[in-house]
């Protein structure tokens, strides 16, 4: 239940206890490079620390044959501790459970960004690959040697290299780790294997984090223990932009055992039991001014188009005049979408231990490096001094990144003088929250005599562009995006926002795909049919017809009323088609989502099951956007504080969800955590116009507005 | 003013002397050490806390341990029996039925104490039985399809 609380090693100290073995650095510049230019949209608002000297990823061939990938990736539910794991096994020819994973550790893994967009498998993944492959490559030498081969007639499998021709000369990794210390540095390039060679990627395994979580022993930041550790409960304004005005601890100070700590604007009660210092911190009687925005859940909207910034042309090809000259029919819509909180069930938690001039934080984040450096800078340590392990993260969803709750515990428990665990409240959860931004889309769109896009003009607000570009084959369009960042500039959203499992993507594809099926419906063309009917992208065509393969799907005029929708989009380099049936409860306005088709295209699977579990996992997240998840807000004031107001799907939202992995071995793994959340929004809204012949333009498609919109 | 209060915990007893008003979720993660269950609303909508007492799902978040005096409670910890997990355990594991994990501890003790009430449900008496369970990763399908294995592999036994 604790960790260890002999002092954790250094990374010199961890490297030099590694004694035997051989371990592979490998420095891939280039990968970092492009994911820095995909994280245009950086989750928060800090400045990017600089990208690593050294290098980014690390795999050690133990004395006993064991085989450990490092990286500052963490594992928050996505299940890259399995896939990178497979990646590892395959390419270095070892069982898959003689692979460890060392994960989000600032001393001992590489220096990592953090783990969103959809880039582990992406770019990390080749990382892995090509150090494994080198290392490959080095037992290969050593087994020459040791066996008095030639290397040609070697193989390696199974974590044994032998002589392919007398199978009983062969010698383990194990045998060739120990009593060496040999270490390989290398740039990006080494040969990996190719797909057909695979034998581990692109087999379903199980989970491997599967055992300790069903059995209660995986360990989560608020699970840690140290000795002497205090829980604190912090104090947090009312409202976004409140100020403490006065401070009477009295009351709370009668509870035994209690300790207040004020520094600066950081109020907190701590005790040895969270309980009692969270029944002792009720007894604080806290004054605040008030700011009063006057901005609430039903005017943002309004204020943010009145405040919001030029767009910048993202995307633009031919002329929108001659397109809406050559149009017979011109549509135009204004689309919304609503601020959504991530709630992970697990909320921010932290345990800090600052000793003289090192400190050591447990955090749940998804960006441990970024930790570390906020904790440094709170405290006043060079980020050196200061080590942030993550263990299991109870989910995050883009949410875990701005890691207050690390820098709250470190400040503590330098002002304690003993380890501070803090762990938010769900009320302060939703409070601190980054909120998916609310965002607006304005579409205007044309349509010829035969059913063909003549022109499309869209105009993304707050959504940050991603999944902004059309990609149907329309002569004249221009895609403009206002607001490239998911922060707002100042003066737009009344709190924080940032990135939220496929950001702005949802958003912008519920703007997209509604307007098409629009179009539609007013050329009498069954909405699949006029969606081929306008794409020339191969990949795009290929997996609605794998969707609609899979669904049964029949053309109708729409509305059909059968209650039917299609809706696809492109994110982080996968492409994904969905099809749903749903039905509207008589008098009650809900939407009840009977069955979902998913098709995607996401380049070579690793673990195919895995891929599937996070195609389920989008579909019943987004299904909460789509239906009933909205920031209620007013005044800076956070009004929902639990699950009571904010409500996500629950198990009798479940609908029938078959997933579809369209085949596409010549393209390198693409996103797979978020894409398919992204066209969830839209198959709704359309599947829900099919059923009523009502359309709605503003998300979430609640019981109230559906009710609203069918009176 | 501490209480004492005797129970019986993963099938042994247990002495507390703690402020019976403490609610079951902080002692449980505090004196007895058993982190297994989780906080993660206190209100009793998530079912993140959910542990068995007498065999019946419990949010322990609400649950004063007064009221647990003289009852028999189990958490997860308390499945594994010589090395041997539960079949519910092993259906989560076999059917992938978890992603971050956090809320499964909650998820598996409250498809158990609906397997003690009902031991052969249907998949929609399933999905009805957890519906105070929130699981924000969408692990639900699989979660299902794991309790309606586990299910039938105890043969109408709980």
């Known amino acids: 239940m604790s960790p260890d609380t002999t002092p954790l090693p250094t990374r010199r100290e961890f490297l030099q206890r590694m004694a035997g073995g051989i371990l592979v650095f490998v420095s891939l510049r280039d990968l970092l490079a492009a994911q820095a230019v995909l994280e245009g949209a950086a989750p928060s608002r800090r400045v990017l620390p600089g990208l690593p000297t050294d290098f980014n990823a690390f795999i050690r061939i133990g004395e006993d044959g064991r085989v450990t990938g490092f990286t500052g990736k963490i594992e928050m539910g996505q299940g890259t501790i399995t896939s990178l794991g497979q990646t590892l096994a395959d390419e270095l020819e070892v069982p898959l459970d003689s692979v460890d994973m060392v994960m989000g550790d600032t001393e001992l893994c590489p220096y990592d960004m953090g783990t969103w967009g959809s880039m582990t498998t992406r770019f990390f993944g080749p990382a892995l690959q090509a150090a494994a492959a080198e290392a490959k490559a080095v037992l290969l030498q050593l087994a020459a040697e040791a066996l008095g081969l030639p290397r040609e007639r070697l193989v390696a499998k199974a974590g044994v290299v032998y002589d392919r021709e007398q199978e009983a000369r062969r010698i383990t990794y194990g045998a060739l780790a120990k009593g060496r210390r040999i270490e390989r540095h290398l740039d990006v390039g080494a040969k990996a294997k190719a797909f057909s060679e695979y034998t581990v990627v692109g087999r379903s395994v199980q989970r491997r984090d599967g055992r300790e979580k069903v059995t209660g022993a995986a360990l989560y930041a608020a699970d840690m223990r140290l000795p002497g550790m205090l829980y604190a409960k912090v104090l947090r304004p009312p409202a976004h932009g409140a100020t403490l005005k006065g401070l009477d601890t009295t009351a709370a100070e009668q509870v035994a055992g209690i300790r207040i700590v004020r520094d600066g604007d950081l109020v907190a009660v701590l005790h040895e039991l969270p309980d009692t210092a969270a029944a002792a911190f009720l007894r604080i009687k806290a004054d605040f001014d008030l700011p009063g925005t006057g901005l609430d859940d039903r005017n943002i909207f309004d204020h943010l188009l009145r405040v919001a910034p030029d767009g910048k042309v993202a995307a633009q090809s031919g002329d929108l005049t001659e397109g809406a000259r050559r149009a017979t029919q011109k549509f135009e819509a204004t689309y919304l979408n609503s601020y959504v909180a991530h709630v992970p069930i697990e909320t921010h938690a932290a345990l800090a231990r600052v000793e003289g001039a090192k400190a050591t934080v447990w955090a749940s984040t998804q960006n441990p490096f970024s930790a570390r450096d906020q904790v440094a800078q709170a405290i006043g340590l060079p980020a050196e001094a200061v080590r942030v392990i993550v263990p299991f993260v109870g989910g995050a969803f883009g949410g875990k990144t701005v890691n207050g709750q690390a820098v709250e515990a470190a400040r503590l428990a330098k002002a304690a003088g003993r380890p501070v665990q803090v762990m938010r409240s769900r009320a302060d959860e939703f409070f601190h929250d980054p909120f998916r931004p609310a965002a607006i889309a304005k579409v205007r769109s044309g349509i010829d005599a035969d059913g063909k896009m003549a022109f499309w003009d869209f105009d993304d607000f707050y959504g940050g562009g ?246 | ?97 978890l992603q971050c994990g956090f809320c499964t501890p909650g998820m598996i003790m409250a498809a158990l104490g609906l397997l003690n009430a009902n031991p052969r449900p249907s998949e929609e008496q399933v999905a009805r039985g957890l519906e105070r369970n929130l699981c924000r990763c969408g692990a639900h399908p699989r979660i299902v399809r794991a309790i309606l294995a586990a299910a039938a592999q105890m043969g109408g036994e709980s």
């Not at chain 1, 699949?528 to 017809?545: A, H, Q, S, T």
């Not at chain 2, 609610?23 to 068995?52: F, M, Q």
């Open chain 1, 466 to 711: 991603r999944g902004a570009e059309q990609f149907y084959s329309v002569p004249n369009h221009r895609t403009s995006v206002h607001g490239t960042d998911l922060l707002g500039p100042p003066g737009s959203h009344p709190f924080a926002t940032g990135a939220w499992r496929a950001p702005g993507n949802s958003g912008n594809t519920f703007a997209r795909e509604s307007q098409v099926d629009t179009m539609a419906t007013a050329a009498g063309i069954d909405p699949l049919e006029f969606r081929l009917r306008n794409l020339g992208d191969p990949r795009m065509i290929r997996v609605l017809k794998a969707a609609a393969e899979k669904f049964g799907w029949t053309p109708s005029r729409p509305p059909s009323r059968r209650g039917l929708g299609v809706a696809c989009a492109i994110d982080a380099g996968t492409y994904v088609a969905a099809m749903a049936e749903v039905e509207v409860v008589a008098g009650e306005g809900r939407v009840r989502v009977r069955r979902v088709v998913c098709a995607q295209d996401m380049g070579v699977v690793i673990n195919p099951e895995g891929a599937r579990m996070q195609v389920e996992g989008c579909i019943m997240m987004g299904l909460g956007y789509a239906l009933s998840e909205e920031v209620h807000f007013s005044d800076g004031r956070i009004l929902d504080t639990n699950f009571g107001t904010y409500r996500i799907p629950l198990f009798s939202w479940l609908p029938r969800i078959e997933t579809v992995l369209v085949e596409n071995n010549q393209l390198a793994p693409q996103g797979g955590g978020e894409p398919a959340i992204t066209v969830v929004g839209a198959m709704v809204a359309n599947a829900l116009h099919d059923a009523t012949g009502v359309r709605l333009l503003r998300l979430p498609m609640s019981p109230e507005r559906v009710r609203a919109a069918l009176a």
């Open chain 2, 1 to 97: 003013m501490p209480d004492s209060i005797s129970l019986r915990l993963n099938g042994r007893p247990v002495q507390l002397n703690v402020d019976g008003d403490r609610r079951l979720l902080w002692v449980l993660r505090t004196e007895l050490g058993l982190t297994g269950a989780k906080y993660g609303c206190g209100e009793a909508h998530c079912g993140a806390c959910t542990v068995l007492v007498d065999g019946a799902p419990v949010h322990s978040c609400r649950l004063r341990v007064k009221d647990a005096r003289g009852r028999e409670v189990v958490t997860i910890e308390g499945l594994e029996k010589d090395g041997r997990l539960h079949p519910l355990q092993k259906a989560f594991m076999e059917n992938d039925a």
